[in-house]
């Protein structure tokens, strides 16, 4: 982990960056392969209504609690309030019908040399933060050292960030450990940037604020949305800054139409659907397979006051299983961790519990072209055979797949091969039980934050049961269950690894060894494997998207070939109940619902349907 102390210490350089024949150009944008398709004067996106109304409130649904506005300690201290991401802007953004490249926000362009060893980037002069004050250099390295160093997370994202110093009135270098990483100017862009001057301020108590702790004093942003006021734990609500500086921006004009947005939490999914049918919420997100089949049937879905849909997920994959802790010597063994796959069966769990509309997982990068099939070919091919004496042979002869049930027949041949894997492991059952080398049974607890889980875990547990083994089920609150995971407390657990379509740096916190023993990394499994560490710089300084592809796949069967989860199930669409009071341009390939960014208050459909409860 790199020590973020020192990069203040270069704070106050004034070097300039290199002018001469050669030297690197602005640009208004930055992709990683180099495809941009808006050019430097572009006026809007295509996908927004640049005449969209602005007005009205959204009300949605937030599953959990809060206690905390400080985005540099979330995930490590406290629960944070995801609507104060909102608040904030960053030094670019992506736009939603490509897949890799970020505009101009804070910064108006950025220039980095053809090894991407360094990236400047340049402010713009009207940035201001909600108190009118400009954003400066001095604030987006003060940002930078903060989330290195308090959130671990930020720290392997930009661990190869080693210095950084201010080059002109309004710009920023951030210098590269190594050439070569594409990726690095690109998500240095993705920084979120914190006010300096408020957080070494004192509050209304004049205590000074301190930014590696909790607050639920109302932080300072700069962008769209200020927080206007909350409930602890309950409400957050948003209104949209008056004299917002970025409103006229091509990045941001035709979005952020809403006057107030409103979060309410809720701890549980039922009484939460229930707050959406007496429109308490203009829209909700169902999760639940058997909801969305049997739950929407009240009167104002009949007679469409309450609209059904479904958004195709176009712009990430995603992992989702039941993750091993291999720090307990029980999971170190990975033929246990197969063996509790073949004792998992899917198929009946998708036709009694979700009603068919599943399918399994068989890939970290599930829904993307990064997900691997059949055997290795071409490039992927090569570069597990450079890894070939340190891999299991199978990663390259056979093409990985999850055990198949759904029937007497199947399931029984399942649990023998569970039982062989288990007696390979050194375990045998006496007296239907699954004991160790000391007779000592084997018992595991599976540890979850969300009562709907709860019939997922035990569906699953009479199978485990038959192979002899102790299962508890332990359901604890937000707060408790984020306690434990910062601190490995837990045996298996239901995690999920959104990916995205051009995968990078953040490889290293979900797989890599030094997260492993990061508290609060998203190394929740415990990987130490150097192989893994191997593959994720050949993804990290891919020049190409081939190569880019072929290492990502790579990485996904070595990691499917050591059963780190039982993978669980996934469907391609976020399924939207919504009251029909909005209207929104065409959306986009990558934006999903697009709610509430590019959506707008519709005064005519909203008088039809009625006033809210």
Request: net charge neutral.
């Amino acid at each position: 982990m790199l020590n973020a102390a020192p990069l203040a210490n270069l704070a106050n350089a004034q070097t300039a960056p290199p002018q001469h024949p050669g030297a690197p150009q602005w640009r208004h944008a930055l992709s990683l392969f180099g495809d941009i398709k808006y050019p430097a004067d572009f006026k809007r996106f295509d996908y927004v209504n640049p005449d969209a109304p602005k007005g009205g409130i959204a009300r949605q649904i937030s599953i959990g609690t809060f206690d905390n506005f400080n985005i540099a300690v979330a995930g490590v201290k406290g629960t944070i309030a995801p609507a104060v991401g909102q608040i904030y802007e960053t030094l670019m953004t992506r736009s939603l019908d490509e897949t890799t490249t970020q505009y101009g926000l804070l910064a108006e362009s950025a220039m980095h040399p053809d090894d991407h060893s360094w990236v400047i980037y340049r402010l713009r002069k009207e940035a201001k933060w909600h108190d009118g004050k400009p954003v400066t250099p001095e604030d987006v390295m003060f940002s930078m050292n903060s989330l290195k160093r308090y959130s671990p997370m930020y720290s392997s994202y930009y661990k190869h960030v080693v210095t950084m110093e201010k080059t002109g009135p309004h710009e920023v270098k951030f210098v590269f450990d190594a050439p070569g990483n594409r990726e690095l100017p690109t998500i240095v862009g993705e920084l979120t940037v914190l006010p300096k001057h408020w957080w070494e301020g004192k509050d209304a108590e004049g205590r000074k604020r301190d930014i590696g702790s909790t607050t639920l004093e109302k932080p300072l942003g700069s962008g769209p949305y200020a927080i206007k006021e909350f409930s602890a734990g309950r409400s957050v609500t948003l209104e949209r800054v008056k004299k917002y500086w970025g409103e006229k921006l091509p990045s941001r004009i035709g979005q952020n139409n809403f006057d107030e947005l409103r979060f309410e939490f809720f701890r549980d999914t039922t009484v939460s659907l229930e707050a959406f049918k007496a429109d308490q919420a203009d829209w909700t997100i169902e999760s639940s397979a058997k909801n969305w089949a049997t739950a929407y049937d009240f009167p104002a879905v009949t007679d469409k006051r309450v609209v059904l849909e479904e958004f195709p997920i176009n712009d990430s994959g995603r992992m989702q299983g039941f993750a091993f802790n291999i720090r307990r010597p029980l999971f170190a063994d990975k033929r246990v961790r197969r063996a509790f796959n073949y004792a998992f069966d899917f198929e009946e769990m998708n036709k009694q519990l979700f009603y068919g509309q599943y399918k399994r997982i068989g890939s970290y990068f599930e829904g993307t072209e990064l997900a691997c099939s059949g055997i290795p070919v071409g490039k992927e091919l090569a570069i597990l055979k450079e890894l070939y004496e340190d891999i299991p042979p199978e990663v390259i002869a056979k093409p990985y797949e999850n055990p198949v049930g759904g029937d007497p027949e199947k399931v029984r041949d399942n649990l023998r091969n569970a039982t062989r894997l288990l007696k390979e492991a050194g375990y045998e059952v006496q007296d239907q039980k699954l004991v160790d080398k000391d007779g000592k049974q084997v018992s595991v607890e599976f540890l979850i934050d969300s009562p709907p889980s709860e019939r997922i875990v035990l569906f699953y547990k009479p199978s485990l049961a038959r192979l002899g083994i102790d299962v508890t089920v332990r359901t604890v609150d937000t707060a408790q269950y984020q306690n434990r995971l910062r601190n490995f407390d837990y045996d298996i657990i239901t995690d999920v690894w959104g990916q995205s379509l051009s995968p990078g740096n953040e490889q290293r916190d979900f797989w890599g060894t030094q997260a492993a023993d990061t508290p609060g990394s998203r190394n929740t499994i415990g990987i130490k494997n150097p192989v893994i560490d191997k593959i994720i710089d050949k993804i990290v300084y891919a020049k190409d998207r081939e190569t880019l592809v072929a290492a990502t796949k790579a990485l996904d069967r070595v990691l499917l070939w050591h059963y780190y989860v039982v993978p669980q199930f996934t469907y391609g669409f976020s399924r939207y109940a919504r009251w029909d009071r909005f209207g929104h341009a065409p959306l986009p390939k990558y934006a999903r619902s697009g709610l509430p960014t590019l959506w707008w208050f519709d005064k005519e459909k909203a008088d039809k349907i009625g006033k809210r409860s």
